[in-house]
């Protein structure tokens, strides 16, 4: 499954509309995962294929979007993004978490389960 890139306006109508609201209220269906990155980022590439192979095994779920914050800066900085990969995990409810740094795919998948789909056990 193709990953979504989201623009700021993209963004507003599907996770959050910061313009809008002071307060954090989620747009989304599904719970998702943002990773906000840059193409000459090296990290960013390690992290990229293990969110595309999670995307296919969340697919119905949860949804993955890419934020380039070279193109997107405004987006960036509305959440302070200072390093990245910044991957930030907005839950249907509840406040979003954010993690930084190239992640391996078993810290993600705990993430997802314990954040977005607040799986027990």
């Not at 934020?67 to 406040?95: D, M």
Request: proline letters at 6%.
């Amino acid at each position: 499954m193709y990953m979504e890139h989201l623009t700021k306006q993209s963004f507003q109508d599907k996770v959050f509309n910061f313009e809008k609201n002071k307060d954090w209220t989620f747009e989304g269906k599904l719970p998702c995962l943002i990773d906000f990155y840059a193409d000459w980022c090296q990290p960013c590439k390690i992290v990229a294929p293990i969110l595309e192979e999670l995307s296919k095994e969340y697919e119905g779920k949860i949804n993955i979007y890419k934020v380039n914050t070279e193109e997107e800066t405004e987006l960036a900085a509305a959440f302070g993004i200072r390093s990245i990969p910044s991957l930030l995990f907005c839950p249907s409810e509840g406040q979003p978490q954010m993690a930084q740094g190239a992640l391996p795919k078993e810290t993600l998948v705990k993430a997802i389960n314990d954040v977005l789909l607040k799986v027990v056990g």
